[in-house]
C-alpha cells in the first residue's frame, strides 16, 4: 500500500491512460500488414525476410526491423482479436503514462504543475497510439529516460536493468537507437562532470550497443539514421512538424516552454545533451516529435512550477493529499481503467479503407496498382491479391515508389509505368489524377463508393 | 565602422545575383499604378477576378521598386535591392555588435547564420522592406529596454513606414505591444513612454490607405498559410534554409540552457518570433535575426562555461579594443556608398527570365481565357499584358474559388473538363510536366508553342467539357 501512495500520481495517470487509449478503435493502415507478417512467420516457424505480399518486389530480399514486435502483436490478436489488441494499446499507453508521470516530477516540480505538463504530453502523444511495433518504442523511450535519471540518482539496480531493454527493444522496433543515444548522453554528462557512477553508465553503454546486434533482423544504426535525415517527406508522419495542427502546435508550446525556462533558469549539462539532438529530430519528422516533448517534460515542469513560484512568491502550495487517500484515489482509477477495458471496441475502425471493393477485387485478376495507404488492409483482406505497394516502405524504395508516384500523379511517363508492371486493375481515391484519367480513357469501373473507385483496364 | 563595412560588402555582392523573383513582375505593375496615383484600383490584371478590389498594403513598397526601375531600370531595381540587403545586413551586425561592442569577431560569428538564412529573402520585392523593419525594431526595442527613451520615439513613425511598406508591420506591433508591457512592469517610471510608443504604433498601422484593412492580410497569411506555396510550407530542416533555421534554435537553446546569466527579459522578444517563424519558411529569418543579438551577447558565456566545467582554458581573446570614432564611420559610409554605386553599375543589368515562358508570348491571344501557371502570374502580367492572367503571386485575390479551380485543372481533378467549359478556359500555360499538361498530350489537344520549360495549349472548345 505504501509503494502505491507513494505512486499514487503515475498509477492515476497511467489508469487515466489505459482508458483513453485502450477505448477507440484500431484503424491505422500499418496494422494489417504487421499483422499478416507476424501470421506468416508464426505459420513458418522462421523470420519473414524477403517479401511475400507484392507483385512489385515479390521475392526480394528486405527487412523492417520489428520482427518480434509484429509477432507479440500477432499473438495478442489471436488470443483477444482487435478488443485484445486494444487492451494491449491500452497497457503500454498506460506504461509509457506511469514513466512519463514519474518523469515529470523529476525535476522537483509540484503535483500541480507536473499534471498540467503531463496531461499535454500525452494529449499530444495520442497519434502515436498505433497498434504497431512503434508502440513498444513510444513504451520503452520513457522507461529508459526514467531508468536513467534513477541511476543518476544512485541506483545501480536501474543501470542493470537497460541492456537486457535495449535487447528487447532492438528486437520490438527500429527505433531503439534512440535509447542507446540517451545512454550515451547520460554517459557523456558523468564523463563530463566526473561522475562516481561513469563506470557502471560506460559499461551499460558498452553493454546495450553490443546487445542491439543481437537481432536477426535488423536494418542497423545506420539505416536509422538514413532514415533520419532523408525521411520520405510524402508519407504524412515523415512529414515536418505543422504548428498549425494539434500535435505540431503542442510541440511548438513544449519547443517556446523550453526556450521559456532556459531564458529564465538556465539547465544543466544533461539538459542540453537530451534536449538539443531531440529538438533536432522533431524538427525533421512528426513521428520524432513525441522524443522530445518527452524529454522535455520534467525540464519544463520544473521550470514552470519555479517561474510560477516567482511570480506569486506568496502562493500557497496545495496540501498534499494524505497518503491513504492518494492509495485509494489510484485504486478507484485503477479499477476504472480495467472496468473500461469491458468496452474495447471489437472491430477496427475501417471507414476509410476501401471495403466495399473487396468483394471485386477477389474475382479479379493480373496485376492491382492500390493506393499506398490501402496496401496493409488489401494485404490483411484479400491476401490472394498481391499489393503494387504498402506501408512497409524500404522494400519499394526508390524505384518502385518513384514509378508508383510517376502513375498515380500522371507524370509524363505514367503509361510507360502502366505498362511496364502489366497493371490491369487500379484501387485508387476517386479524386487521383490517374483515375480521372483512366476513367476518361474507358477503363471500367468494377466497384466504387464515396472513398475508392476500382477500375479495370478494357 | 564594422557595419556598414559588412553591410555594404554583402549589398554590392548581391548585385551579381540573379534578377527576376517571379512576383517583382506584378509588383512593378502595381507599383507604376501607385506612382500614377492608382492605389488599390479595382483589378485589371486578372479575367478571374477582374473588376474586384485589390490590396493597398503594401503601395509604398511597390512605389519604391517602380521607382527604381524608373530611374535605371533593372540595374535601378538591383541597385535598390543592394541598397536594402546592405541596410539589412548592417542592421543585424549592428544591433550585435551593440551588445558586443568591443569583441566584433565573436559578434559577427553569431550574425552569421541570420545573414546566410537572410539570404533567402534577398528578392526584389516589398517583403525585404519588411525584413528591413524588423531588424530596425530589434534594434530598437533592445536599445529601449537599455534605458533610451529616444528609441521608444523612434518605433511608431517606424511602425508608419512599415506598414505601408509591407503587410508584415503587424509582427511589429505585436512586439512593441509585449516589449512595452513587460517594460512597464519592470520600469514603472517608464510606464508613461512604453504606453505612448506602443498606442503609437497602433495608429501608426491605420494611417495607411487601408486603415483597419490593413491588418486582414497579415492575420490571414499568419493562420492560414497557403501550403502548396513554397515559401509558405512548413520549415523543413532537411533543407538548407531549414537547416540554417535549426541551427540557430538549437544554438539559442543551447546558450540558454548553458550560460551563467539569465535572461528573462529576452523571452518577450525570443520567443513571439519564435512561434511565428515555426509557422512558415519564409518567416525564419525572423528568429535569426531576432536571435543573433542574444547570441552575441551570451554565447561566449555559454562557451567558458562548458569550457570550465570540463576543464579546457580557452585562450585569451584579443583585449578590449577601443571603438572607432565618429570619423571613421563617416569614412566607411563613404566608401560603403562608392562601392554599393559601383557594384550597382557592374552588377547584373536585365532579370534571368530562363525559368518563364519568355517563347509563349507571341502565341498568346489576347483577351481573356487563359490558364496559366501561378507562378509565371506575375511575369505574364508584365510581358504580356493584352493577356489577362487566371491567377497569379498576388495570391487573396484569387482565394475565393479561383485558386481551387487552378488546382482542379492544373492536377487533373474530379471536374477539371467541367471548370474549363464553365470558365471559358481557351489556352493553358503550364509546365511540361504538369498534369494537364501531360493529359492534354494524351487527349491530342493542339500545342500552340513548347520548351523543356513550357507547354502553351490550345483548348478545343467542343472538347472540354469531356466525353
Known amino acids: 500500500m505504501n509503494w502505491v501512495a507513494r505512486n499514487a500520481f503515475p498509477i492515476g495517470l497511467a489508469a487515466a491512460g489505459f482508458t483513453l487509449a485502450s477505448g477507440y478503435p484500431t484503424g491505422d493502415p500499418d496494422t494489417y500488414w504487421h499483422l499478416a507478417s507476424g501470421q506468416w512467420m508464426l505459420d513458418?516457424?522462421?523470420?519473414?525476410?524477403?517479401?511475400?505480399?507484392?507483385?512489385?518486389?515479390?521475392?526480394?530480399?528486405?527487412?523492417?526491423?520489428?520482427?518480434?514486435?509484429?509477432?507479440?502483436?500477432?499473438?495478442?490478436?489471436?488470443?483477444?482479436?482487435?478488443?485484445?489488441?486494444?487492451?494491449?494499446?491500452?497497457?503500454?499507453?498506460?506504461?509509457?503514462?506511469?514513466?512519463?508521470?514519474?518523469?515529470?516530477?523529476?525535476?522537483?516540480?509540484?503535483?500541480?504543475?507536473?499534471?498540467?505538463?503531463?496531461?499535454?504530453?500525452?494529449?499530444?502523444?495520442?497519434?502515436?497510439?498505433?497498434?504497431?511495433?512503434?508502440?513498444?518504442?513510444?513504451?520503452?523511450?520513457?522507461?529508459?529516460?526514467?531508468?536513467?535519471?534513477?541511476?543518476?540518482?544512485?541506483?545501480?539496480?536501474?543501470?542493470?536493468?537497460?541492456?537486457?531493454?535495449?535487447?528487447?527493444?532492438?528486437?520490438?522496433?527500429?527505433?531503439?537507437?534512440?535509447?542507446?543515444?540517451?545512454?550515451?548522453?547520460?554517459?557523456?554528462?558523468?564523463?563530463?562532470?566526473?561522475?562516481?557512477?561513469?563506470?557502471?553508465?560506460?559499461?551499460?553503454?558498452?553493454?546495450?550497443?553490443?546487445?542491439?546486434?543481437?537481432?536477426?533482423?535488423?536494418?542497423?544504426?545506420?539505416?536509422?539514421?538514413?532514415?533520419?535525415?532523408?525521411?520520405?517527406?510524402?508519407?504524412?508522419?515523415?512529414?515536418?512538424?505543422?504548428?498549425?495542427?494539434?500535435?505540431?502546435?503542442?510541440?511548438?508550446?513544449?519547443?517556446?516552454?523550453?526556450?521559456?525556462?532556459?531564458?529564465?533558469?538556465?539547465?544543466?549539462?544533461?539538459?542540453?545533451?537530451?534536449?538539443?539532438?531531440?529538438?533536432w529530430l522533431a524538427l525533421s519528422a512528426q513521428r520524432q516529435i513525441a522524443f522530445f516533448v518527452f524529454a522535455a517534460t520534467p525540464f519544463v515542469a520544473a521550470?514552470?512550477?519555479?517561474?510560477?513560484?516567482?511570480?506569486?512568491?506568496?502562493?500557497?502550495?496545495?496540501?498534499?493529499?494524505?497518503?491513504?487517500?492518494?492509495?485509494?484515489?489510484?485504486?478507484?482509477?485503477?479499477?476504472?481503467?480495467?472496468?473500461?477495458?469491458?468496452?474495447?471496441?471489437?472491430?477496427?475502425?475501417?471507414?476509410?479503407?476501401?471495403?466495399?471493393?473487396?468483394?471485386?477485387?477477389?474475382?479479379?485478376?493480373?496485376?492491382?496498382?492500390?493506393?499506398?495507404?490501402?496496401?496493409?488492409?488489401?494485404?490483411?483482406?484479400?491476401?490472394?491479391?498481391?499489393?503494387?505497394?504498402?506501408?512497409?516502405?524500404?522494400?519499394?524504395?526508390?524505384?518502385?515508389?518513384?514509378?508508383?508516384?510517376?502513375?498515380?500523379?500522371?507524370?509524363?511517363?505514367?503509361?510507360?509505368?502502366?505498362?511496364?508492371?502489366?497493371?490491369?486493375?487500379?484501387l485508387l481515391m476517386p479524386s487521383k489524377t490517374l483515375a480521372v484519367a483512366l476513367r476518361e480513357d474507358g477503363w471500367t469501373v468494377r466497384a466504387q463508393g464515396p472513398s475508392f473507385i476500382l477500375l479495370a483496364k478494357p | 565602422m564594422v557595419p556598414i563595412a559588412i553591410g555594404a560588402a554583402f549589398g554590392a555582392a548581391s548585385t551579381q545575383l540573379a534578377v527576376g523573383d517571379s512576383d517583382v513582375f506584378w509588383h512593378l505593375v502595381v507599383g507604376r499604378d501607385v506612382l500614377r496615383g492608382l492605389i488599390a484600383v479595382p483589378d485589371a490584371l486578372s479575367w478571374t477576378v477582374a473588376g474586384q478590389p485589390t490590396s493597398s498594403d503594401q503601395w509604398l513598397g511597390q512605389a519604391l521598386w517602380a521607382l527604381a526601375f524608373g530611374a535605371g531600370e533593372w540595374r535601378g531595381v538591383v541597385a535598390l535591392r543592394a541598397l536594402a540587403i546592405a541596410l539589412l545586413v548592417g542592421v543585424v551586425v549592428y544591433a550585435t555588435l551593440r551588445e558586443r561592442p568591443t569583441r566584433p569577431l565573436g559578434a559577427v560569428l553569431a550574425v552569421l547564420p541570420a545573414i546566410a538564412l537572410s539570404r533567402f529573402v534577398w528578392t526584389e520585392r516589398p517583403e525585404l522592406f519588411g525584413f528591413v523593419c524588423f531588424a530596425l525594431l530589434i534594434v530598437l526595442l533592445r536599445a529601449a529596454r537599455s534605458g533610451s527613451d529616444r528609441a521608444l520615439y523612434w518605433i511608431p513613425p517606424l511602425i508608419l513606414v512599415w506598414a505601408n511598406l509591407h503587410g508584415s508591420f503587424a509582427l511589429g506591433v505585436g512586439l512593441t505591444a509585449l516589449v512595452a508591457i513587460e517594460g512597464a512592469i519592470a520600469q514603472p517610471r517608464r510606464r508613461r513612454i512604453y504606453v505612448v510608443a506602443a498606442i503609437g504604433s497602433v495608429i501608426a498601422t491605420l494611417l495607411t490607405p487601408a486603415s483597419v484593412g490593413a491588418w486582414t492580410a497579415p492575420g490571414f497569411h499568419l493562420l492560414h498559410p497557403p501550403r502548396e506555396i513554397q515559401e509558405w510550407s512548413v520549415p523543413d530542416v532537411t533543407t538548407l534554409p531549414g537547416a540554417i533555421f535549426a541551427v540557430v534554435l538549437l544554438s539559442t537553446l543551447l546558450v540558454a540552457l548553458l550560460s551563467r546569466a539569465r535572461a528573462p527579459r529576452e523571452a518577450v522578444l525570443l520567443l513571439p518570433v519564435l512561434a511565428i517563424s515555426l509557422i512558415a519558411t519564409r518567416q525564419m529569418p525572423l528568429f535569426a535575426i531576432a536571435a543573433a543579438p542574444y547570441l552575441a551577447a551570451y554565447g561566449a558565456d555559454a562557451l567558458a562555461h562548458v569550457a570550465s566545467i570540463i576543464g579546457l582554458d580557452l585562450p585569451a581573446l584579443a583585449a578590449p579594443t577601443r571603438p572607432p570614432g565618429r570619423r571613421a564611420d563617416a569614412i566607411a559610409f563613404v566608401i560603403a556608398a562608392v562601392l554599393l554605386a559601383v557594384a550597382a553599375r557592374v552588377g547584373v543589368s536585365s532579370p534571368d527570365l530562363g525559368g518563364f515562358p519568355t517563347a509563349a508570348l507571341p502565341s498568346l491571344r489576347p483577351g481573356p481565357g487563359l490558364l496559366n501557371q501561378y507562378d509565371w502570374g506575375g511575369y505574364l502580367i508584365w510581358a504580356a499584358p493584352a493577356t489577362p492572367v487566371f491567377v497569379d503571386g498576388r495570391l487573396i485575390p484569387y482565394l475565393n474559388g479561383v485558386l481551387d479551380d487552378y488546382t482542379t485543372v492544373l492536377g487533373v481533378h474530379p471536374g477539371w473538363r467541367d471548370v474549363i467549359a464553365r470558365r471559358d478556359i481557351r489556352q493553358i500555360l503550364v509546365r511540361p510536366s504538369d498534369p494537364v499538361a501531360v493529359r492534354a498530350r494524351d487527349l491530342g489537344w493542339p500545342i500552340r508553342a513548347s520548351s523543356d520549360t513550357f507547354v502553351l495549349i490550345d483548348v478545343p472548345n467542343e472538347r472540354a467539357a469531356g466525353p
Open chain 1, 44 to 279: 513458418h516457424h522462421e523470420i519473414l525476410r524477403t517479401d511475400v505480399f507484392s507483385s512489385t518486389v515479390s521475392g526480394q530480399a528486405y527487412s523492417v526491423g520489428e520482427w518480434l514486435g509484429e509477432i507479440v502483436l500477432t499473438l495478442v490478436f489471436n488470443a483477444g482479436s482487435w478488443a485484445g489488441l486494444a487492451i494491449f494499446r491500452g497497457l503500454l499507453v498506460a506504461i509509457a503514462a506511469f514513466f512519463l508521470a514519474r518523469l515529470s516530477r523529476r525535476g522537483g516540480a509540484p503535483l500541480i504543475a507536473a499534471l498540467l505538463v503531463v496531461v499535454w504530453a500525452l494529449v499530444f502523444s495520442k497519434t502515436r497510439w498505433t497498434d504497431r511495433p512503434a508502440i513498444f518504442t513510444f513504451m520503452l523511450f520513457p522507461v529508459v529516460l526514467d531508468l536513467l535519471y534513477s541511476a543518476r540518482a544512485g541506483s545501480r539496480r536501474a543501470l542493470v536493468a537497460i541492456p537486457p531493454l535495449i535487447l528487447l527493444w532492438a528486437n520490438l522496433h527500429g527505433g531503439y537507437p534512440i535509447g542507446i543515444a540517451l545512454v550515451l548522453a547520460f554517459t557523456v554528462e558523468a564523463l563530463v562532470l566526473r561522475r562516481p557512477n561513469i563506470v557502471p553508465l560506460v559499461l551499460t553503454l558498452v553493454a546495450s550497443i553490443v546487445l542491439s546486434f543481437a537481432d536477426p533482423e535488423t536494418f542497423g544504426v545506420a539505416g536509422a539514421v538514413g532514415h533520419a535525415f532523408a525521411p520520405p517527406r510524402f508519407i504524412s508522419e515523415e512529414a515536418p512538424p505543422d504548428v498549425l495542427e494539434p500535435s505540431g502546435f503542442i510541440f511548438a508550446v513544449f519547443v517556446l516552454a523550453s526556450l521559456g525556462v532556459a531564458l529564465f533558469d538556465g539547465g544543466e549539462i544533461l539538459d542540453a545533451l537530451l534536449l538539443i539532438p531531440l529538438l
Open chain 1, 303 to 426: 521550470g514552470g512550477a519555479r517561474l510560477y513560484l516567482r511570480l506569486r512568491p506568496h502562493a500557497m502550495p496545495l496540501r498534499p493529499m494524505p497518503p491513504m487517500a492518494a492509495a485509494v484515489l489510484a485504486m478507484l482509477l485503477c479499477a476504472g481503467a480495467l472496468a473500461s477495458a469491458i468496452g474495447a471496441p471489437a472491430a477496427p475502425d475501417e471507414r476509410a479503407y476501401p471495403a466495399g471493393a473487396v468483394a471485386a477485387l477477389r474475382t479479379g485478376s493480373g496485376t492491382l496498382l492500390n493506393e499506398y495507404d490501402w496496401g496493409g488492409y488489401l494485404i490483411y483482406h484479400v491476401p490472394e491479391r498481391k499489393v503494387f505497394v504498402d506501408g512497409r516502405l524500404f522494400p519499394f524504395y526508390p524505384s518502385v515508389l518513384r514509378d508508383y508516384r510517376d502513375a498515380v500523379e500522371l507524370r509524363p511517363d505514367w503509361k510507360d509505368v502502366l505498362a511496364k508492371y502489366d497493371v490491369r486493375e487500379v
